[in-house]
């Protein structure tokens, strides 16, 4: 088993071993100010780095994560660890975001856990976690630690930066705030607004958070932690991300053990495969996840509309430098292509250079994070395109 | 107010005052054995009727209800009552199930809470509520009882029999179970066969159930009930029973109060308007649903798969001799065209006439509760073609 190890650490695709870095900033009196007036600070930043930074500086791109995604994107922070990165698919030597070629960039949201500040940190003006005195964030504001971490690495300009889903809301954000700072923008499975439906998924979510009595108003880190329900706020976020033919192709009506009991002794969810999968999923992600967290974060992705303070999404995106890449996918219930088109139709009339790509796949929303080679291509290929 | 009152029921199109009948059978030793080989009984049926069976007993229409349905789907129970039965836009005098011309029935399920036997009644044999000790029911266990109440009412065939939903599931297997019995059939928003994400969504509402501290086995009867873990249940399903597109027109992001309140005083589900209505939803679902019935009836959804026993669907439905309407919605995506349109092919196999329509409407999987004027003369069109 070790020799496995270290063999999947020396794949000549891997960028191996990696470390995570912090960069802290914002040390009082001068905190962070955020959308909604209040203060953050000092904060901490947890990021990851790939490849290296060429002099003229001119190679970096940076990643932007997902709701539950982290800094660590690609390699093995330990030889222990059973997976990579989370896109570990399409970051390292030879895959599209190319190590040999580009610097890449990932750092954890602010209001996360995975090592950036968050309403699990200590707050060290007083001595205690956060909870809910940690301010409510917008996605805008996750975006100011990002660009502070960039000045502090040097860099004045990215070649591209690519996010999807909560990625690409940060991406649509970050071009509309800093509409000079990059080149190329690969913009995927995402929405320029957040859409009731997929609101009333994540607020039902938050609601079985907030209902379970050991959240105890987010207050909760020196007794028992409302588990049951950020296990379930992720078993309904789950089935959102997987489109009814995924789950069709991986479950479809199989029991689990083969056969159905049907014995009169009621066992109400553990029949079916896919009901013994949602709560793996939702057991599994509480071991990772910090509740207070999934409510900060979600409750900035609910709250997100680029078009805020713009007459609509034309005006909205008019600013935008960066030849963008705009990707959907055909499954994907949660952000539907409707949105893409949206994006791309407002950039088209700024007279923005787009490329559009419906693509074809059948894991729904999650798609991105699926290793297929004609994906791999299509991000290689628009990569090859910036800046010709 | 009073004078309001009256006038609905009084309206000429609706069927006034009716009053739920109850049917009783089953008394042991016969009692009604189940798909699974456990017993129940004696068992009492909620039922109504509507208009007047004729000399010939030819003119009855049966109606099968959805997941929380009942057997009051027309009129008032109560001058006080605020809302008619769950189907009233399509039966009374004049409407689609004209009750000048047609006898309608509708019954509450066993398993059920209104009436009918199900887990929150008192078992004779032991003094308390049946809780957990009810058995495992099927979609076909539900239908004996409403087979015996037409013996009981002297009705040896229907006129039509519809239903949409779970309805549609009693339908197809009513079909199947007694094909012989039933001239016309209105087979409505449905599926063959229950898909693995229509039972994700079922199943974690039930995890939701279970995981209430107040659920304690299914034994709450005389205690604090699992309102909480039912109310999220409810909005659950409910997001599923909404199109996209209704949850943008009705709500879209609307604020609670016309304005956001990104106080900084954290208030995770009560901003947006889609949140609060789901909460209402919830809330009132909990007092007229009983939870352990929730449990029930989505399993014998889930558990619900035509084909068993059978090669295929064309083998399962072959000796169905009704003539069949099947329809389906454009915006329903709980269980979309698709399944519907399997259950037209397997139907034209077999040469049974069938008529298909799938129903342009922005409402969703519950289009069919919908005062649609489009809708009614789709339905009056077909009974009229019925026999002749």
Redesign the interface.
């Known amino acids: 088993m070790e020799e496995d190890k270290s063999d999947k650490i020396n794949d000549p695709g891997s960028v191996g071993l990696v470390k995570t870095s912090y960069f802290k900033f914002a040390d009082p009196p001068d905190e962070l100010v955020l959308?909604?007036?209040?203060k953050l600070g000092p904060i901490t930043i947890a990021y990851e780095t790939y490849g290296d930074l060429n002099h003229e500086k001119s190679n970096a791109i940076l990643i932007f994560h997902a709701l539950t995604g982290d800094a660590h994107a690609a390699g093995y922070n330990s030889p222990e660890d059973r997976k990579p990165g989370w896109w570990d698919i399409m970051i390292g030597p030879g895959k599209p975001f190319d190590t040999d070629k580009y610097f890449v960039i990932c750092s954890n949201v602010i209001g996360g856990c995975k090592g950036s500040t968050g309403p699990s940190s200590i707050n060290p003006a007083t001595g205690k976690h956060y909870g809910?005195s940690?301010?409510?964030l917008?996605i805008k504001d996750m975006l100011v630690p990002q660009k502070k971490l960039l000045d502090h690495l040097g860099i004045r300009k990215l070649f591209c930066a690519a996010g999807g889903s909560m990625g690409g809301m940060q991406l649509l954000q970050w071009l509309v705030s800093y509409p000079d700072l990059s080149q190329g923008a690969m913009i995927i499975a995402t929405s320029p607004?957040?859409?009731?439906?997929a609101?009333?998924?994540n607020?039902?979510g938050?609601?079985?958070i907030?209902?379970d009595?050991n959240w105890n108003n987010?207050d909760y880190y020196e007794s028992e932690k409302p588990d049951?329900g950020l296990s379930?706020a992720r078993?309904?976020g789950h089935?959102t991300y997987?489109s009814?033919e995924s789950?069709?192709r991986?479950?479809?009506?199989k029991f689990i053990d083969g056969k159905?009991s049907?014995?009169?002794t009621?066992d109400?969810?553990k029949?079916?495969e896919?009901?013994n999968y949602?709560?793996y999923q939702g057991e599994s992600f509480i071991k990772r996840f910090d509740a207070n967290s999934y409510?900060?974060i979600t409750?900035a992705i609910?709250?997100f509309?680029i078009t805020d303070g713009f007459e609509n999404l034309a005006d909205a995106l008019k600013e935008i430098k960066a030849r963008c890449f705009v990707l959907s996918f055909t499954s994907d219930?949660l952000y539907?292509k409707e949105q893409s088109m949206k994006i791309v139709k407002a950039l088209k009339i700024n007279g923005i250079e787009t490329t559009y790509t419906n693509f074809e796949s059948p894991y729904g929303h999650d798609s991105f994070l699926i290793d297929d080679e004609r994906l791999k291509r299509l991000f290689a290929g628009f990569l090859k395109s910036i800046g010709v």
């Open positions: 959308s909604n007036g209040s809910l940690f301010p409510i917008s607004t957040h859409t009731a439906q609101i009333a998924f607020s039902v938050r609601y079985t907030i209902e009595p987010g049951k379930i078993m309904i089935i997987l009814e789950m069709h991986k479950f479809g009506r159905q049907l014995t009169g009621a109400f969810t029949e079916f896919v009901e949602l709560q409510l900060y409750k609910d709250d509309d219930w539907p």
